[in-house]
């Protein structure tokens, strides 16, 4: 279950990315604060605390209509995006591993 719900989450990063680009080239604060709080709902459940944090940022910026600030804030989201994305691929395949020698063993 774990699993796959990693996998959703790696799947869903590309289109949170696209879909806050977007947002900001046409001036939609409305998507930006729905798409952050989307993917800061997501990343809280898996521990994810520097992405959330970072969205909850980009969240108040969409709901206050304060557009200026946001491409700074998404170029931090995407950087965080990436190294927790590292890190769940890191434990994934640390548990991997132990699967292996314990199926091994």
Same mark, same amino acid.
């Given at each position: 279950?774990?699993?796959?719900? =990693?996998?959703?989450?790696? /799947?869903? =990063?590309?289109?949170?990315?696209?879909?806050?680009?977007?947002?900001? +080239?046409? !001036?939609?604060?409305?998507? $930006?604060?729905?798409t952050a709080h989307a993917a800061k709902g997501a990343a809280a459940q @898996? !521990?994810? =605390?520097?992405?959330?944090?970072?969205?909850?940022?980009?969240?108040?910026? !969409?709901?206050?209509?304060? $557009?200026?600030? +946001?491409?700074? =804030? $998404?170029?931090?989201? /995407?950087?965080? @995006? !990436?190294? @927790?994305?590292? +890190?769940?691929?890191?434990? /994934?395949a640390e548990c991997g591993t132990e699967a292996v020698a314990t199926e091994?063993?």
């Amino acid at each position: 279950m774990q699993r796959e719900m =990693v996998a959703l989450f790696r /799947e869903e =990063v590309p289109r949170w990315s696209a879909e806050l680009t977007t947002a900001l +080239a046409h !001036g939609d604060a409305a998507l $930006l604060q729905e798409t952050a709080h989307a993917a800061k709902g997501a990343a809280a459940q @898996f !521990g994810g =605390v520097a992405v959330a944090a970072t969205a909850r940022r980009l969240e108040k910026i !969409g709901r206050e209509h304060d $557009l200026e600030r +946001a491409p700074i =804030v $998404l170029r931090e989201l /995407e950087e965080e @995006f !990436g190294r @927790f994305l590292a +890190a769940l691929a890191a434990e /994934e395949a640390e548990c991997g591993t132990e699967a292996v020698a314990t199926e091994v063993a």
